[in-house]
């Protein structure tokens, strides 16, 4: 097993990386989230407390990070909707979009510590302290 440390140091080298290679703008929080700009917002940010509604898709099924786990864009699902900022999702995605733009899709790469944690997500496949992908439309702020 590896120390919390080396696997963030290995997920933002990682992120840097694409982010070269693919001419992708990266935010760095230097307490688990990495943000990729794929296409810039038009519109204002959400405060905390706004209902905000976004398309996501997460990656990191049995820690493979190119294994999609969920989709509300897959047959079925609906946007996703919650008040950012709260607690009521994980760390990562409270941090993530609070710095989004409305019309702005970005990856964001949780640390595990940003995620899941420890106890993972077993229904979906997800595993303790497994690093996530999700990659995030903001659809709506409210």
């Known amino acids: 097993m590896f120390p919390k ?4 140091l290995v997920v933002l080298t990682y992120a840097i990386c694409v982010a070269y290679i693919y001419h992708i703008e990266t935010r760095v929080n230097p307490m688990g989230v990495t943000k990729e700009i794929i296409k810039e917002g038009n519109g204002p940010t959400p405060t905390k407390g706004a209902t905000v509604t976004v398309h996501c898709t997460g990656y ?3 820690r493979d990070l190119s294994k999609k ?4 864009k897959d047959p079925g699902q609906q946007p996703f909707q919650f008040q950012v900022g709260l607690g009521s999702v ?7 979009v ?4 409305l ?15 420890s106890r993972g997500f ?5 595993q303790p302290d497994s690093v996530l992908v999700f990659e995030i439309e903001v659809l709506q702020i409210q």
């Open 90 to 96: 994980i760390r990562g995605w409270d941090e993530g």
């Open 5 to 8: 440390g080396a696997i963030t």
């Open 122 to 126: 077993a229904a979906w496949g997800i």
């Open 60 to 62: 990191g099924k049995d």
């Open 69 to 72: 786990f969920w989709s509300t």
């Open 98 to 101: 609070m710095n989004m733009a």
């Open 103 to 117: 019309g702005e899709v970005a990856r964001l790469t949780c640390s595990p510590d940003y995620a899941y944690g």
